[in-house]
């Protein structure tokens, strides 16, 4: 499967190492693999990457990925892999590549991606590797797991009714023994219909996390920290105990700003705050505002809004199942309101 470079180039153009790039590209040779250069024109790719994209366009070297694939979840990995590369916090533990999802330019495929730079060039001069995986046949934006205990509690009780009378009332009429054994069956159906049905909701909430990447709470609080200041968003952090978490950066700072604008706009705010900290079980994130608290009607209207540049068009409700997260809001006695988004911590690592 050949690797197609840049014609108009010669080989020593790039300046990168082809040994490194000879054994990434044979790595994930089942997936489609595409280098740019770091103002997102491709450089090479594999024939896999020419097959997934070859049915909207073909991929020529020197076109820009972005009239591939959706921009703003790409510019955000190289965000957060460059801030990693350059925070001090980070260490000898940086995660070499970004995870996450992504769609053609037509919204017609998902792609879960990995994105990786180039070390042998500088942090501000990347050309970077994004490796495509279609993912169309079971990602579905939006198709949460939610485990609707009565769906499996009417036939559980009819079950026991039914078999209760089988076995309590020996001398009822063949019409009537009849009539629960049919009831038995029916329910059984039924159970096995829940059942299956919860299976498969299962496995897609596990598939749908396998685009989280793992990184240090630390790390991405400075990350987030960095973003809201610059939107004028006063942000602290308390990061006393290391922890793991396993997150889609991209779509909880898009959830992020989204709260953030809504507060605003319905509290018509001059002053907001945001604080971060990790507990036992979850990090946390803390709008803090002077005045009154977001009603809960208030917040599950939030949650059920399309996010505009997410993948898929998610909600937000989408992004914080998808990474096992909630949300809620509550009223302190200082007259100061609060609205807090939770994620659940991947590990906790050792001091």
Not at 66 to 76: A, D, K, N, R
Not at 192 to 221: G, I, R
Request: hydrophobic fraction near 40%; proline fraction near 4%.
């Amino acid at each position: 499967m050949p690797v197609k470079p840049n014609p108009d180039k010669p080989d020593g153009h790039l300046k990168m190492d082809r040994e490194a790039l000879l054994q990434t590209l044979l790595l994930e040779l089942q997936d489609g693999v595409i280098v740019c250069d770091p103002d997102g024109k491709i450089t090479l790719f594999n024939q896999a990457a020419a097959d997934l994209f070859g049915d909207s366009q073909a991929i020529s070297s020197g076109d820009s990925l972005y009239t591939l694939c959706l921009q703003s979840p790409v510019e955000h990995a190289l965000d957060l892999l460059q801030y990693q590369q350059q925070d001090k916090k980070s260490g000898p533990e940086i995660h070499p590549y970004i995870q996450f999802m992504n769609a053609a330019a037509n919204q017609e495929k998902f792609f879960r991606c990995r994105l990786s730079l180039f070390p042998s060039h500088t942090v501000n001069n990347n050309f970077f590797v994004i490796i495509f995986e279609d993912v169309s046949t079971w990602y579905k934006p939006d198709n949460l797991l939610f485990m609707k205990i009565d769906a499996f509690r009417a036939p559980m009780t009819n079950l026991r009714a039914a078999l209760e009378n089988l076995t309590e009332h020996p001398e009822m009429s063949p019409v009537m023994h009849s009539a629960f054994e049919n009831v038995l069956v029916q329910e059984s159906l039924h159970l096995t219909e829940a059942f299956n049905s919860l299976d498969q909701a299962c496995n897609l909430l596990v598939q749908t996390q396998s685009h989280l990447t793992e990184m240090q709470a630390a790390t991405l609080f400075s990350f987030i920290a960095n973003h809201l200041r610059s939107k004028t968003i006063d942000f602290t952090a308390s990061t006393d105990q290391a922890a793991v978490v396993r997150v889609d950066s991209y779509g909880l700072l898009l959830v992020l700003d989204h709260l953030a604008n809504k507060i605003q706009q319905e509290r018509r705010l001059t002053e907001l705050f945001c604080e971060a900290h990790i507990g036992e079980q979850f990090i946390y994130f803390d709008y803090i505002w002077s005045g009154e608290f977001l009603p809960t009607a208030a917040v599950e209207a939030m949650l059920e809004e399309k996010l505009q540049n997410s993948v898929g068009g998610l909600t937000v409700a989408g992004i914080l199942h998808s990474m096992g997260g909630d949300i809620w809001s509550q009223q302190h006695e200082n007259s100061r309101s609060t609205l807090r988004l939770a994620l659940p911590l991947a590990m906790r690592m050792k001091k």
